[in-house]
C-alpha cells in the first residue's frame, strides 16, 4: 500500500515529534521533517522507521520569511514531487499579557504562530496541488502546553503529547474535503471550533 508524504515543521520536539514518531512508524511514507538547525536534529535520521518509510530534513525557521520557499526548492531538488499533508507544528509560547507584552515579542509571536504558517501554504501549495491524495487544524503536555496550563492554574496540561499526537493523526488521515474542510478540530477529535 503506498503510503504518503508528510511535512512536518517543528519536527524534533513537542508535538511536531510527536506525529513525527507517529507517522515515521507507519510503511512507506516520506517524512520530510523541518527544523530550526538541520545539524542539532540528525537524529532523526537514525530512528526506527517503518518498512519503505524515508526521512529527509530540511531547514525552515519559522522566524525568517524565505526559509519555506527555499526548503520547498531543497525538497524538489530530492526528488519529491508531491506533499499529501503538511502539518505547522513548530510555535512559541510567551508567558505574557497583551498589555504587558514589548511590541517586538509580539511581532515574533505573531510571525512564528501565524504569517509562517501562511508563508509555509504559499511555499508548498504546488507541491500540495500534485498530491495524489483526495483527502483535504487544548493544551497538550509539552513545554508550552505546561506553561499555558500552569497560568491558567493548572498542575498540568490536560492532554498528554501521546494522546495528542495519536488524536491529531487519526484527524489528518481520515480528513475529507466535504466533512473537515474549512473546520478547526482540536486534539480530542470530537469538538469542532465555530471559528
Do not use: C
Amino acid at each position: 500500500m503506498p503510503g504518503k508524504t508528510y511535512l512536518i515543521t517543528g519536527a524534533n520536539r513537542g508535538l511536531g515529534r510527536g506525529l513525527f514518531d507517529h507517522y515515521v512508524a507507519q510503511s512507506n511514507n516520506t517524512l520530510i521533517a523541518a527544523v530550526r538547525n538541520v545539524e542539532v536534529a540528525q537524529t532523526l535520521l537514525n530512528v526506527p522507521r517503518g518498512e519503505g518509510t524515508r526521512v529527509i530534513l530540511v531547514k525552515i525557521d519559522s522566524a525568517s520569511k524565505k526559509d519555506a520557499f527555499e526548503a520547498a526548492e531543497t525538497i524538489k531538488k530530492q526528488g519529491i514531487e508531491f506533499i499529501d499533508v503538511v502539518i505547522a507544528a513548530a510555535g512559541i509560547f510567551k508567558l505574557n499579557t497583551i498589555e504587558d507584552m514589548p511590541l517586538e515579542e509580539f511581532e515574533e509571536v505573531l510571525m512564528i504562530n501565524g504569517i509562517s504558517v501562511l508563508l509555509l501554504y504559499k511555499a508548498t501549495l504546488p507541491l500540495l496541488r500534485h498530491s495524489r491524495d483526495e483527502k483535504g487544524p487544548k493544551l497538550v503536555q509539552t513545554d508550552m502546553g505546561n506553561m499555558g496550563a500552569r497560568a491558567a492554574g493548572m498542575e498540568k496540561a490536560p492532554l498528554t503529547l501521546d494522546e495528542s499526537s495519536r488524536n491529531t493523526a487519526f484527524i489528518i488521515d481520515n480528513a475529507t474535503q466535504g466533512e473537515h474542510s474549512g473546520k478547526f478540530f482540536d486534539e480530542t477529535i470530537d469538538r469542532i471550533h465555530p471559528w
